[in-house]
């Protein structure tokens, strides 16, 4: 073999062996990415899916399947991810109509087996009262600590009964988080008190404030989009009422919420003669870490501060 030819030769040989060695390690990779066998836990939404890790820790491994920053309405899932939620040992979501992106995902899990936590079950569900979604139940329960605390109340002992957690774990870890809560609800309490009676009008994209409104004595002026969902999309003349009704009120701050953009509500701001400061808000979705709410708990605080500098 010429010298040519032997160097060629080698170089292939040693691509060959990198190559092999590279697919090896990839095969590896792949079967330790899939090779934890605790229990696996999958949730819909961000906000559940910290509440979840909170209470159950390390005993199982948890998917939570809506990205940070994400809008919780229409947000969607990959097709593997679909048919993991139909082997998953529990899948936890809000219910009430919220990820109405993923319900035909959700309905094909239940109907497979896959055991199933609805939070709405677990909760005092409260109702719209104006609007197209007059009379739906309302999924923003969040925004009140004490349903959360209901919430994880209810989902401990099911997290504790999947085979493979220790109970004992749970109870613990469920008992310590439910004292934050119970801090947690205390704390927004006395921060939305040193707002006077008569400056306590929430104005928001859509109508996300119920559970805290009736929590903690907020009236609800309105919202830019009428109805429950972020899908759906204000008329002028809506626009116009809705401004008649900041107006009467007295408002001066309205919210927009970091799920969705803002354009509405300024345009509502700038456009329809409003002299109003439009404050975000993290209403629906948790964000990365570092960008002020990853954590349910930062995100109830971070809203609390807002709403009380907004409107004091």
């Excluded at 939620?85 to 896959?114: K, T, Y």
Aim: glycine share 8%; charged share 20%; hydrophobic share 45%.
């Amino acid at each position: 073999m010429s010298p040519r030819r032997s160097v060629l030769a080698g170089a292939v040989t040693w691509v060959a062996a990198v190559l092999a060695g590279a697919l090896g390690a990839g095969v590896l990779a792949g079967c330790s990415a899939t090779s934890d066998d605790r229990p696996h836990v999958m949730v819909t939404t961000n906000i559940l899916g910290d509440v979840v890790t909170e209470i159950v820790g390390d005993d199982a491994r948890v998917t939570t399947l809506m990205k940070p920053n994400a809008d919780p309405h229409s947000f969607e899932i990959s097709a593997r991810e679909a048919a993991e939620l139909r082997e998953a040992d529990l899948v936890v979501s809000n219910g009430l109509g919220l990820e109405e992106g993923l319900q035909q995902h959700l309905d094909r899990a239940s109907e497979a087996g896959a055991p199933t936590f609805a939070a709405g079950d677990h909760i005092d569900v409260l109702s719209y009262t104006e609007g197209e979604a007059d009379g739906a139940p309302d999924p923003h329960f969040w925004t009140d600590p004490a349903q959360m605390i209901a919430v994880v109340d209810a989902l401990a002992p099911v997290l504790a009964g999947i085979d493979g957690v220790d109970p004992a774990v749970v109870e613990e870890q469920a008992a310590s988080y439910g004292s934050e809560l119970v801090e947690l609800d205390e704390e927004m309490a006395g921060s939305f008190a040193t707002i006077p009676a008569e400056r306590r009008s929430l104005v928001t994209n859509h109508h996300v404030f119920g559970y805290l409104a009736q929590r903690f004595d907020f009236r609800l002026v309105g919202a830019v989009i009428p109805g429950g969902t972020t899908l759906a999309s204000p008329s002028a003349a809506d626009l116009d009422d809705l401004a008649a009704a900041i107006e009467a009120a007295g408002v001066s701050t309205i919210f927009a919420e970091s799920s969705q953009p803002d354009q509405l509500v300024q345009v509502l701001a700038d456009e329809v003669g409003l002299d109003v400061e439009v404050v975000e808000l993290f209403t629906e979705s948790l964000t990365a870490e570092g960008e002020g709410a990853a954590t349910y708990l930062d995100l109830q605080r971070a809203n609390t501060e807002r709403i009380t500098n907004g409107l004091s």
